[in-house]
Each structure stands twice: as C-alpha cells, then as structure tokens.
C-alpha cells in the first residue's frame, strides 16, 4: 500500500483518487477552494443556477463504470447553430436525421456531413486505442469506454445496462493515418464541405480545446463520432452533480479529503517524490503525488523547472471565457439546451482572440439553458441562461472596452440574430479570465491550458509523468486534454500509470465496488 496525495480535486484528480483507493492506496485529496469539482462548478443567486463550466455531459459510461450514481437525461437536440444571415441547423443524437438537417440548409451537403460522421468514427476509433490510452511511449489501459458496444450501449437506472469488457483493442498501422496528419481543423472543414456555414460548424470543435480552427489539428474533429453515438446528456440539478457524486464515491471509499487547503510545496526525496507543504507550513509525506492543477502551477510555483515552463509557454495559451449569467423572465418557446450564435467572419474572429489578443468585435455566443422541466435551475417562469464568449487568456484591464461594456456588446449582437433580452433581464452577473485564473489559478484564465496550435499540438502537451519518480499529472493542461471526458481518462490513465510504475505497492480490496 502507497501513501497518495491528490493536489486539487478536480474531476481527473477525484477520478485517480477513487480508482485508486478502490485499489487499496490510502489516499488523501487536498483542495483549495471550498468545494471539489474544479472548473465544473455553478454560480446561484436569487433562486438562480448557472454552469460555469461543463454543461453537458458526452461518454457517460466513464463515470457510471465507477459505480457513480446520475439522474441523466438524454438530449435528442444536440445543439442550435444561428448564422447572422437568419439560417439555422439542429443537429439530433439521430446522425442521419442531422444530416437531413444538413440538407435542407445547404441542399446537396447531407451526403458530405455523412462521410465527415464516418471518417470522425475512424478517428475516434484510432485515438481510443492510442492517444486516449495513455502517453505516446504506449497504451497503459484499454480504450476507456469500459464496456462492449460503445455506441450502443443503453444506460438504464444510472448505470449501464452492461458490465461487459470488451477485448483490449491494440493500435493498427492506419491508425496514424486515421487522423488526418498534418491537416489543420478548418482543412479538414472544407475537405467534405462546400458551404462556409458548415465549415464554420466544424470549426467549432478547436474551441472545445480552447483553440484556433485555422491551426488547431483535424483530429478534434471526430467529436461528432461522440455526440452522435453515446450522446449527450444533461445532468437533472445541474453538471456539478456529477462533482458532488464523485465527492460521495471518495467518502466511500476512504479517501481522506482536505478541502480549503492550500498546497504550496512539492517536497523532493532522493531520485524521487516526497511530499507536499501546505500554506499553514505542514510537510506531509507521500510516495505518490498526483498534481491535479495547470501544469504552469506545477512547473511555475510547486516544483520550480525552468526549462519545462519555457516549453509550456511555447505551447501558447488556449483561450479564456467571458461568462454571461443572465437571470430571464419568462420562457422561451422551443429553446434547446444548447444554441450557438456565430459569427459573421470567424477566421477574424479567431484573429483577435489569438492574434491581436482582444475579445472579438464580433463574438460567436455559446448559449446553455437548463431543461424546462428542472425546476432546481431557476423560479417557476423563468430561465438561466449561462453564455460564453471565447476570449483571450490574460489581464481583462488591457480590454478595448471594460468588461460591463462589451457584456452589452454581446447582447447587441445576440439580439440581431435573434435571442433578444431586452426588458427581461432580473439581472446579469460576468465572469472574466481574470475571475478564471484566480478562481482556479489557471495561467492567465486560459481554460486548457495550453492552445493546440499545430498540427503536433495534442503530442507536445505535458505528459503523465512528472521528473521525479512517483510524480504524475492530471487536468485539462497535460495529456489527452481539457473536456470532461479526457480528464477522466487522464484520471484513468494515472491510475494506470501506478499501477504499471509501482507494481507491489497495492493491495486489493476484499470486495468490488458498489
């Protein structure tokens, strides 16, 4: 049995920490804010319920194979797409009914969003046995949907409806191939489609790792394969419920957590880890210290390494967000879970958030507005609404305008292109990178880190593995990424790492997990 300190109780950090309990560690979680969850958090006033973080959830099966209960309702409309010109697109957990849809907003594009499915099933088939995985010297754990049929599998009573693992698939020559190498998002866009508005639909998917579409790799385009085969879900109360589940798996399995507690030190041994120092100046002893935290915290302040931050800072930063977290009175008619507002010009849109490093003059809006029958998210006749706009990481004091100021920039434009707010407004609360980065002590309130920036991005993040023995890394900075679903298999992956790295030092629990 190991001595395993958790700095930051993250959702890749709590998922290591569980599995790792479960194998017979003693485990302890230190976390600095109030509460664990990480960026999966909420913001309430007045009645009101917002996500700040995560709003849907995609690959459930990470979290119900942990025996994680979730109220999960699936959505049938996936997402909302507006275009300033007044054309719209839903896009349906039914892929061929979405690529109807396809059709009859650019008629004769429903056949190439097919081929985009197949090839982003190829893709997604590749990275599971490779890059999600675990770090590029090889694979550590199978593809982690840890159940047969990935696709098809149903989930009944919060769990699915079978334990069943499937065979460890192992990589295949092709798989390098299977993900467009060398081709950048926007290329890949225009590979199987003509009209701009659908390139700009993939495109998309760069901001999902906080990214340019114009040099971000094609490889995060096979998102649909995940949206459109297991789905996406809305958690009943709200995503933090998922963090507050994971919290009550840990209790229950024995994980010793210490909540407003901040780490400052990470404490060397000879050729190896040997603790931490808390902010009250307590050195407390480890064999194992998983780092849930931005890699540039790590390298930059707990363990000083010049020459790792300098490679971290070469990456760039992905970017930051601004929130909106607008209190609206009364109901709108037929509003999805998820709408997005784009852009008249994204490639200058993406310019001024990576180039001229300032919120875009003209934003794409990312709209998440809770299920009407979840009466937990706001007063009967009413609706949160949590909108984001992709800014640059940094100091919002160097912004053009103030932050209130270009919230009403936002909401100018989102009433030209339909969702218009005025008069129905109880009240509108912002976040900004600078409430990001201290919230979370993300580097300059960058989301994920670094920016995928090139097509060899996603292999030059921080690995796994830290530079002494018994040092590991998890979180949206560090390998596979960002997203609720790769920190869990980050969380999976240093789970694995342990295991493989300290082969004796477990002993199995008496009993499975409930």
């Not at 340019?212 to 490889?219: K, L, Q, S």
């Not at 919002?396 to 100018?412: D, T």
């Not at 201290?438 to 995928?452: C, K, L, M, S, V």
């Amino acid at each position: 049995m190991a001595e395993v300190i958790v700095v930051g109780g993250g959702v890749g950090g709590m998922v290591a920490a569980l599995l790792l309990a479960r194998d017979g560690h003693e485990v302890r979680v230190y976390e600095r804010l109030p509460r664990l969850g990480g960026k999966l958090a909420e913001h309430r006033r007045d009645g009101f319920t917002f996500s700040i973080g995560p709003s849907l959830l995609t690959l459930p099966g990470l979290f119900l194979d942990l025996g994680v209960p979730l109220d999960l309702l699936e959505l049938d409309e996936l997402c909302r797409y507006r275009w300033p010109d007044g054309s719209a697109l839903s896009t349906y957990r039914d892929p061929e009914r979405t690529a109807e849809a396809v059709d009859r907003l650019a008629p004769g594009e429903g056949r190439g969003w097919r081929a985009y499915h197949r090839w982003a099933g190829r893709c997604l088939d590749a990275s599971m046995r490779t890059f999600f995985a675990g770090p590029l010297s090889g694979p550590v754990v199978e593809p982690p949907i840890p159940w047969s049929g990935r696709r098809a599998a149903g989930i009944m009573g919060g769990r699915p409806d079978a334990g069943r693992r499937g065979p460890v698939p192992r990589p295949r020559p092709g798989d390098l191939l299977a993900v467009a190498p060398g081709r950048t998002l926007d290329a890949l866009a225009g590979r199987f489609f003509r009209d701009a508005r659908l390139r700009q639909y993939v495109g998309r998917y760069a901001t999902y790792a906080g990214s340019n579409p114009y040099r971000a790799p094609a490889a995060l385009g096979c998102v649909p394969a995940i949206e459109h085969g297991d789905g996406g879900w809305y958690v009943r109360g709200g995503l933090p419920r998922l963090a507050d589940a994971l919290a009550a798996s840990l209790g229950k399995a024995g994980v010793d957590v210490h909540l407003e507690t901040e780490i400052t030190e990470l404490i060397p041994g000879p050729g190896r880890v040997g603790g931490v120092r808390t902010a009250r100046g307590e050195a407390v002893r480890a064999d194992i210290v998983i780092v849930n935290a931005d890699a540039a915290a790590l390298y930059g302040r707990l363990l000083p390494d010049r020459a790792r931050l300098r490679r971290i800072a070469g990456l760039g930063l992905s970017s930051s967000a601004f929130l909106l977290l607008a209190a609206v009175e009364g109901r709108t008619e037929g509003m999805p879970h998820h709408s997005v507002v784009f852009s008249a010009d994204y490639r200058r849109e993406f310019g001024d958030i990576f180039d001229r490093r300032r919120p875009p003059e003209d934003p794409t809006v990312y709209i998440a507005c809770p299920v009407a029958d979840d009466p937990t998210q706001a007063p009967a006749g009413a609706e949160s609404w949590s909108m984001l706009v992709n800014v640059p990481a940094g100091d919002p004091a160097r912004w053009p305008l103030p932050p209130e100021a270009y919230a009403e920039l936002v909401l100018g434009r989102l009433a030209s292109r339909g969702h218009d707010l005025s008069g129905r407004l109880r009240f509108l609360d912002l976040l900004t990178p600078a409430d990001l980065r201290d919230r979370y002590g993300a580097w300059g309130g960058a989301i994920y880190g670094g920016a995928y920036g090139g097509p060899l991005a996603p292999f030059r993040r921080p690995g796994n593995r830290g530079p002494l023995r018994g040092l590991y890394l998890v979180g949206g900075s560090a390998h596979p990424g960002g997203g609720l679903p790769l920190v869990a298999m980050g969380g999976r992956i240093v789970a694995a790492l342990v295991r493989r790295d300290f082969p004796r030092s477990a002993r199995r629990p008496g009993k499975a997990h409930p």
